[in-house]
């Protein structure tokens, strides 16, 4: 049985990870409610209401990104819970800083790069990091997840335009209005499915560090609802700057093109949940609406907004990284002065 700090500090990070969690939602409002929101099809209120509840539900319908997060980056045995307080530390930061200017950042990429700077800093040195997991599950997908949604969000607008040439406007926006509901309502369950397992694999991650539990085993129940509702509750609160960035100055959209965004960003974003990427559902949205944008005309898409938000996405793990490493070295430095005094 752990000892009475150990245990403290294990509280201090699920405080932290559903800290991270709420502001994650918060930050992630946009995502599926930018295109419903934009576009008028839903109110706000009753678009964040609904993405809500379903991000709660995705939250607990599977943990494969939970176990990605929990055991396939790091080897759990090298590190203590000051590794965990830091990632979270550097992580929160970032989402605060990139709400602030109105950036759709990786909630996502920050975490995982909290944390690879973090334990390298503790460790000293490379062999912490489990670098074919990194690869295999962050650095492939952080590369291809965008493209992917970005010609998906092409393609499936194309034919859209072609399949509906012939209809007229009133009678595209008439029904569309009604299938981007749907689509936003997938959006934000299989947005629950991904991001609410970052935090849950943190606290597992944790525990397994702690000795709770053994190495690869499934996230407890109560993590997995403390999680999904700290998500909802952050998703009900709402980030309006994002929601402006992705949802208008990005490109102005109609019903059909929201619809066409949010089919195959969720269509991504479900089958990378499937295979336990932590990809980033912030970036995969936004390239998918790119995508449904340059279908139209290439000057469709405001390219320098565009610019900005990927310039956000190439620094994120590298600065949170940086971060994070930082972190622990100032937490090493505080428990070396209060040994030596």
């Not at 700290?230 to 929201?258: C, D, E, N, Y």
């Not at 907004?305 to 994120?316: C, E, G, K, R, S």
């Amino acid at each position: 049985m752990p000892d009475a700090s150990t245990l403290v500090l294990l509280g201090a990070v699920v405080v932290l990870a559903l800290a991270f969690d709420f502001i994650n939602g918060y930050h992630d409002t946009a995502i599926a409610n930018a295109t419903t929101v934009s576009t008028r099809v839903m109110t706000p209120r009753q678009a964040i209401i609904m993405a809500a509840i379903l991000n709660f539900t995705g939250a607990l319908i599977s943990h494969n990104v939970a176990k990605t997060i929990s055991s396939g980056l790091i080897h759990t045995t090298f590190v203590p819970h000051y590794v965990v307080i830091a990632t979270l530390i550097a992580a929160i930061t970032w989402n605060l800083i990139t709400w602030y200017y109105g950036i759709p950042s990786s909630s996502s990429h920050a975490l995982i790069g909290g944390l690879l700077g973090a334990s390298i800093a503790c460790t000293a040195g490379l062999d912490v990091v489990q670098w074919g997991g990194v690869v295999e599950k962050v650095l492939i997908p952080l590369v291809t997840s965008p493209v992917v949604g970005f010609l998906l969000g092409f393609v499936v607008m194309k034919l859209l335009f072609l399949l509906l040439s012939k209809a007229s406007p009133r009678f595209v926006n008439r029904w569309f209005s009604k299938l981007q509901i749907v689509s936003a309502a997938f959006m934000a369950f299989f947005h629950g499915t991904n991001d609410a397992q970052k935090s849950m694999g943190i606290i597992t991650f944790a525990m397994i560090g702690t000795g709770l539990l053994p190495l690869n085993a499934p996230v407890p129940v109560w993590v997995m609802l403390l999680c999904a509702t700290a998500m909802a509750f952050g998703t009900a609160a709402g980030g309006w700057r994002i929601i402006k960035t992705m949802g208008v100055s990005m490109i102005k959209l109609q019903p059909i093109h929201g619809f066409a965004a949010q089919t195959t960003a969720a269509a991504t974003i479900a089958a990378a949940s499937f295979i336990g990427a932590p990809v980033s559902t912030t970036h995969i949205t936004s390239t998918a609406i790119m995508g449904v944008g340059a279908s139209k005309r290439l000057s469709a898409v405001r390219w320098m907004v565009a610019t900005n938000i990927l310039w956000a996405w190439v620094v994120t793990i590298p600065v949170t990284a940086l971060m994070g490493g930082l972190v622990v070295l100032g937490i090493k430095g505080v428990l070396i002065l209060l040994h030596v005094g």
